[in-house]
């Protein structure tokens, strides 16, 4: 699953020093109703007026703050996924070797979406529901840093032989698949206890690549 997003045209940057305490506090604010609201409703249906409703803002406040609906729902995703790419990427540096490397990106995985399970649903609600100016649904843009760091590691893996070698697409796809079922149960309910996955997944990918879970 991808882990960053374009920033939305016309929106400022989600660190933009001159915003002011109650500014960050109403988008933060914002972001979390549209979460809610997606998962309660809906893309199509999450409307400015539901978001605001779930917030307590009337819609034409909301105006100030995001330029229009998508706007805000695109700023969920990208900060949904920029928090599971620094989840990752903060489990994976105190480690040097390839296997060492995976079971931390995996584990992490799972940990995050099992902890930020509802923005993680939303966010790939989003992402599956959402339409570039093209057509073309946003999940289906590709992007080559999202995978950048899983295919680092894999491809450093099958180099020093401790992962079979096979197209690094295809290890790629095959562990974004394993690891992206958490997302699949936890939309199917929100409440489901992601302990037994997370306890099989990384040993299960890990002899799946030849590298066994020592």
Do not use: C, W
Request: glycine share 8%; aromatic share 6%; charged share 25%.
């Amino acid at each position: 699953m991808r882990s960053e997003t374009p920033a939305s045209p016309g929106d400022p940057p989600a660190e933009t020093p001159s915003r002011s305490f109650i500014e960050t506090a109403r988008r933060r604010q914002l972001i979390d109703a549209a979460v809610a609201t997606v998962n309660e409703v809906g893309y199509h249906r999450a409307s400015l007026a539901e978001i605001g409703k779930r917030a307590g803002i009337v819609k034409s406040a909301i105006g100030y703050y995001f330029s229009s609906k998508e706007a805000l729902l695109l700023e969920l995703v990208q900060e949904a996924f920029t928090a599971l790419g620094e989840s990752v990427l903060g489990a994976v540096s105190g480690h040097e070797q390839a296997t060492a490397r995976l079971r931390a990106y995996a584990e992490a995985y799972l940990a995050h979406v099992d902890a930020h399970r509802h923005a993680i649903a939303a966010a790939v609600e989003i992402v599956v529901s959402h339409r570039t100016a093209d057509g073309t649904p946003l999940y289906l843009v590709e992007n080559e840093e999202d995978t950048a760091l899983l295919r680092s590691i894999l491809t450093a893996g099958m180099e020093q032989g401790s992962f079979l070698r096979m197209p690094i697409k295809v290890a790629t796809g095959f562990v974004e698949s394993v690891l992206d079922h958490a997302i699949t149960v936890v939309q199917r309910d929100p409440r489901a206890d992601l302990g037994d996955l997370r306890a099989h997944a990384v040993p299960f990918v890990l002899r799946s690549l030849g590298a066994g879970d020592e």
